[in-house]
């Protein structure tokens, strides 16, 4: 019997594990929803999702003081990331716009992965939203040029060029250009806005998407 318990307990041990490692991000999800079961965010608000961009955005709400604004960006997140775990940052909100920051990190996950790939990621996650959310807009936000990964620079362009060219041919969809107003007179990401890893931005950075983004916020 002692031997049936200690096998029993390996056995859920292993699937625990099996589970962490097949689930990044599972802390960050299971904050929200501890956030949440506190204090539910209010119905209908504006949802920003992504990547860290958003999560470093911790007083976005300050930036749009006349709008409701619910932060899910988590993590290093890609967008097969947003993608896992739509049915606990996205849907539960019921927004009534849903702004996007992902797939820089896509990119930086290896080597071979393409703007092809990229596109086809997004693609996905917004016929998820389209599914099940038809009539509510979406906003992508383009992928910035972060100094530290300057050697991407012709995949994000290209990236941003297939999302933008697909929004071209939505309706009640948005695509927001925060690239080219990030970069210098030399087409090189300027680095006064970035934080001091070259990746994530100070708040010269985000003043810059408060002006490129506000204009398309729903009131």
């Known amino acids: 019997m002692r031997h049936a318990l200690k096998l029993f307990f390996l056995l859920v041990l292993y699937i625990n594990q099996a589970y962490t ?26 949802l920003f999702i992504g990547s860290s961009s958003f999560t470093k955005w911790t007083d976005v709400q300050s930036y749009f003081p006349t709008y409701t604004i619910i932060n899910r960006g988590f993590g290093g997140s890609t967008l097969p ?38 596109f086809n990621r997004f693609k996905q996650l917004f016929e998820l939203i389209r599914n099940k959310m038809p009539d509510e807009n979406i906003v992508y936000i383009s992928i910035k040029p972060s100094p530290s990964r300057q050697n991407l620079m012709a995949k994000m362009i290209e990236s941003n060029k297939l999302i933008k060219n697909f929004f071209q041919h939505q309706t009640n969809a948005e695509f927001v250009d925060v690239f080219s107003k990030m970069l210098d007179g030399d087409n090189k990401p300027i680095k006064e806005i970035f934080t001091e890893d070259s990746l994530h931005m100070n708040a010269k950075g985000y003043a810059i998407w408060q002006k490129a983004i506000e204009p398309y916020l729903l009131k």
């Open 81 to 118: 990331d947003v993608i896992r775990y739509a049915n606990d940052i996205i849907f539960p909100y019921h927004p009534k716009q849903i702004v996007i920051y992902c797939g820089e990190n896509d990119l930086a996950s290896s080597d071979t992965l393409t703007p092809q790939i990229v």
């Open 21 to 46: 490692q097949q689930a990044p991000f599972y802390d960050d999800i299971q904050n929200f929803k501890k956030q949440d079961s506190i204090q539910h965010p209010a119905q209908h608000a504006i």
